[in-house]
């Protein structure tokens, strides 16, 4: 393979190549401190001075955000704390990175991103058989490369059939087999979101999968960007073979049957070079299939498979790369590549020798996505306080002190029930469907908390909509009440001091101790005279519009007349409001539930830092 | 013969089919929507394009267009619009049963024809109050896209692009919000009535929606919480603000500043006297009877409110539209929806002096196929079809364009999606071609191809 004429200069694209050429290592070998000294020597030349280490606290509530998607619970934090022993941050790595945490969390990270906004091929989409499919894969450590091959070569059944949407919401149990005994292969609905658009797919697969941005090539040529139109379209010809077939044609044509069930294969036809076409597809099938190198499929047996195997080959020079600067991103806050998913000579890569470093033992460690992130998470680098100390650079493109990170939608659910711990307290009054309840509360904030991952935040990227629902919405304003079993009632009941159970509510919420300042200052709050305020009537139990769990809502501008309403107002908590004791409705009652109120609100509850 | 209790979706599935099946018989490649076959649409600027890049095919573009020179020339003129309300028509609305009947011809279908206040030009017989305000209205007849799915059609109408999983594009509510909305004003400047439109794109979420569900509903989460009066939520306000004050010294961090700054606007619209602009019970029973008592009757007040109040864009949304069966009686219970709403909006702005600074706009993702299918229904069309534009800064009194005796094609004054977004965006005295840099770090403009149709403008 040529790998040569693709760099058009520039020191990013000469360490890619460097990545490219050293797999001859068998093991991995990168140490944790061989990344802080690459660092530091950055820092030193550019004169910036780092933040102190985070301490045990902090760092323990990061990793389980960042591993896991949740933070502590308070016992563990407490436990954490007391431990004296010396790599108890390694250990408890280790510990989240085998917990089943690890496996949700990034199940619902690949799921969101793989599956992300419209699918335009809804029907035969089945979401739940995809999400099991992810969640088998991180439950097995699938190697990376394995991952990409298996999920662009799939091929197979793409669901058990039946009313699968009820699956994705836990309503009935996921499968592997359908009635009929078939074998499923969840991966096949990523290819089938974009049926009729191989464009669509080809330009997906490239910027999540090597960060290639080929797509901005559809429109027109860029006078000085390297890819052109015409490699576009040879790129999209690999995956244009590639075909639904109903399992049951009869029950797939009736209406009544809905058998969307599908079969999705390849049709190996050969290129033939004919005329150009005009239109959409057709532009796409007369084009030659090659891989962005200029690697020729048109004699390939099975052209996607061809091209699975260029893409994820140790010789590729953007696959490994491009899935450690989306890895350092999630960790660190900021890509070497920003955006993490475009990756040309024009954009400037930040210290291209540490990707490439890091790139290599990935490839090294046979693409260990939990190697990765244990190197990732035991360096200093990821170990610094987000308090700045002395000179920093103030855009921090160097990580010099922990950048601060916005919790997404599920980890703001997960954050929020972890702390008023009202898991118990939904099973119990909201009729069990667990998951279909936290999926409807999850859809009510991510329609509101629609963050770009993709992206580097610079600044805070809030609307007045989310505010207004942590404010004064029903799920927070419930939960912070003393529901038996829940958090503050367990807190109020408990025997001690004011300065205890603020302590408690502390490690509940921020993860950490309250200081002596912060003691003296909540105590006199709580204690202050105030007046209790009436219940002004009963919390609405019911949405304005009803959520029915059967996931057409999460449907933005849906197929046909369907729009989506926009889920606000859904609280599963309402009914259990009257259970409170009439003891704890007191003044002072009320100030406890208005300091778990505000730490739930306070931006060091609300972001990664 | 098709069962008649076929549902949309069904019929929009069978249509996919249909696709598949065309594809496959054309050796595995043919693109869209089989209705788009039928006018494919022509890029009349295409040789411009051709080995040039972006920005200076832009420049080129407006340079050899006189169109182009002469909506610059309009960028000066006085008459502008301040405001914009989209009808948004949701599913793809049947031109040929609104806009551009052909009563007679074999695509016409039973509905009949009237006059209106512009000589010689007739809309359908289901506009009544719509005929009598004509004179305010351009009916662009010559509309013409190629996207004939409802989520790229939706996609395109909304942001004047196809979608590109590259690229977010702002909707023509974010860009308005974005180029026309005062920072200071205490309500977002961008509402979305009834759908939640689609977002600000890469402008950024500040920029997006606020989402009502309802009409008539205040927006979500603006009221004091059960059990939370003023004097408690101010001790709540306060108890954070000690949280903040600490976290923000700590980290000095601008996007706590950042987050502080989003919840200080929150707490402002709690307290806004323009929240009265929600509430259309305060209005007239005569005034709301006008409107129509249908939730899109309301949600045209609810927009006339908030404009008056200083709301930039307000999108109302009119589901119902994706008739592949029972056509006819369905657009007609459509337009006796939108026959009192709209016509009153018109009537209502001007009475109040709005007209000549808000622009209105009537628009679907694309129009239905003229040949009648066998369930009385018509089909995704977007070859040929029909927009409206009223109000500030629009040539009224006209329709634009023309398709030929069955509807199947734009015979006159084609317009393209970038020339009607290049057209909108002059009206409201926003540069069409002032391109903005995306997260990507390439320039993306409100529209890179359009230039404004110079008939259309006051």
Known sequence: MNWKHLFTGGAAMVACFAAGTAQAQSSATLKPAEIDHMVRAEWQKEGVVPAAPADDARYLRRIYLDITGNIPPAEVVSEFLADKSPNKRVQAVDRLLDSPGYVSNWTNYWDRTLMFGRVEQARVVDKGAFRLWLTEQFDKNTPWNKFVYDLITATGQNSIGGDYRKTRLGLVPASTTDADGHQINGATNWVLRFQGKPEDLSGTASKIFLGVQIQCAQCHDHKTEKWKQTDFRSFTACFVNTRPQPVNPEGFRDKMLKDYRMNLVDVN????????????????????????????????????????????????????????NRMWSHFLGRGFVEPIDDFRPSNPTIMPDLMARLSDD???????????????????????SSAPAGKTDPDNTLWARFRLKPMNPS??????????????????????????????????????????????????????????????????????????????????TMPGTDAQKIEALYLRTLSR??????????????????????????????????????????????????????????????????????AFKTAKGQAYEDLFWALLNSSEFLFNH | MKPTNISEEEMDYLEDLEEERVREENGGSCPGPVDSFATPTLDRRGFVKVGLGGMLSLMMAQWLDPR???????????????????????????????????????????????????????????????ADVANHLAIVRGMSSKEGNHQRAQYLMHTGYSPNPTIQHPSLGGWVSEEL???????????????????????????????????????????????????????????????????????????????????????????????????????????????????????????????????????????????????????????????????????????????????????????RTPKINGNDGRDHFPGAWSAVMAGGGVRGGQAYGQTDAEGTKVVDKQVIVPDLFATISTVLGMNPSKSFMTPVGRPIAITEKGAAVKDLLA
């Open chain 1, 513 to 582: 101790k309250p200081t002596a300042t912060e003691l003296t200052k909540w105590t006199q709050f709580l204690n202050e005279p105030r007046e209790m305020v009436a219940d002004n009537g009963a919390p609405q139990a019911r949405p304005a519009q009803p959520m029915r769990p059967n996931g057409k809502a999460a449907n933005a501008a849906g197929k046909g007349g369907k729009k989506m309403q926009a889920p606000t107002g859904f609280n599963p908590l309402a009914r259990a409001a009257n259970r409170i004791d009439p």
């Open chain 1, 411 to 492: 980890q703001l659910v997960d954050s929020l029930v972890q702390a008023t711990n009202t898991k118990p307290a939904l099973e119990k009054y909201a009729g069990g469907n667990l998951d279909a309840i936290k999926l409807n509360v999850e859809r009510q904030f991510s329609f509101l908390f629609d963050v770009d991952e993709e992206f580097e935040q610079k600044d805070f990227e809030g609307t007045i909509p989310q505010a207004l629902l942590l404010l004064n919405g029903g799920i927070v304003n419930t939960s912070v009440t003393p529901i038996p079993g829940t958090a503050l009632a367990d807190t109020l």
């Open chain 1, 269 to 324: 036809r050969p290129f033939v070079p004919r005329g150009k076409k005009a239109g959409n597809a057709a532009e796409y099938a007369a084009s030659k299939p090659t891989a962005l190198d200029g690697t020729d499929f048109s004699e390939s047996a099975n052209r996607r498979q061809g091209l699975a195997q260029w893409m994820t080959a140790k010789e590729n020079p953007w696959f490994a790369e491009a899935i450690v």
């Open chain 2, 181 to 367: 909305g005062d920072p200071k004003f205490d309500l977002p400047s961008f509402v979305s009535i009834s759908g939640p439109s689609l977002s600000a794109g890469f402008l950024g979420v500040q920029y997006g929606p606020l989402v009502i569900q309802q009409p008539g509903q205040p927006p979500a989460n603006v009221g004091y919480a059960p059990g939370v009066n003023m004097t408690r939520f101010d001790m709540r306000q306060n108890a954070l603000g000690m949280l903040e004050n600490e976290f923000s010294a700590e980290t000095g961090d601008i996007k706590v500043k950042g987050r502080d700054a989003v919840y200080g606007k929150a707490v402002r619209m709690m307290r806004s006297p323009h929240l009265k602009a929600f509430e259309i019970t305060d209005e007239p029973e005569a005034v709301k009877t006008a409107y129509g008592d249908t939730n899109f009757g309301r949600g045209c007040l609810m927009a006339r409110r908030l404009v008056e109040s200083g709301v930039k864009f307000v999108e109302v949304v009119l589901d119902g539209w994706d008739t592949h069966t029972d056509n006819f009686n369905r657009v007609t219970k459509q337009m006796n929806t939108y026959d009192p709403a709209m016509a009153t909006l018109i009537k209502d702005l001007e009475e109040r002096k709005l007209l000549d600074s808000t622009l209105v706009i009537w628009m679907g993702e694309f129009g």
């Open chain 2, 68 to 130: 182009a020179a002469m909506a610059a020339q309009q960028a000066g003129a006085p008459k502008k619009a301040k405001a914009c309300i989209l009808l948004w028509m949701n599913g793809g609305p049947s031109h040929l049963d609104t806009w551009d009947p052909k009563p007679g011809a074999a695509t016409g279908g039973p509905l009949k024809s009237i006059k209106t206040r512009i000589p010689g030009v007739e809309i359908s017989e289901h506009m009544p109050q719509i």
């Open chain 1, 362 to 384: 990935f490839v090294a460690s046979g693409y260990d996505m939990k190697h990765l992130i244990r190197t990732i998470c035991t360096t200093q680098v990821y170990n610094l």
